[in-house]
């Protein structure tokens, strides 16, 4: 399946329903040539799983498809910042800080109190140059919280 994610065709496979899932808001149904392919990989899961002692083999797609998305983002121009990213007048604003710190409780505050703010990524949003300009995107990795 192809997915447009941070303005990137993404061909990818997700097998389990966390990727697949988070995934579903960026699936693109037109006929469109890939720019990456990204593709699992059995033993690189596994080892994920021990390294990182992940539950199970969803969690170490989610980890691996992310992780491989991310690293080839740089070639198109971006990089993730684990931050929660939040929209308030048309423009993005970035909370980064070590897990736990509140990033996340301080954006839902800006969307509780004001009424265009949306989040756009809770934890691991990209950020793209392009033409001199930087633009923010949500992206199917967006760690534990569901957005809505």
Known sequence: MIYKIA??????????????????AYRVTEPVKPDLILRTDKKIMDKLKEIHSLPNDESSEYMLLATEFYEYLIEFGGFMLHSSAVVHNGRAYLFSAPSGTGKSTHTQLWVKHFDDAYIINDDKPAIRLINGKFYVYGTPFWGKQILT
Do not use: N
Not at 12 to 23: F, G, K, L, V
């Open 7 to 24: 303005g990137i065709y993404v061909e990818m496979d997700p097998q389990y329903p966390r990727t697949a899932e988070q995934s579903m």
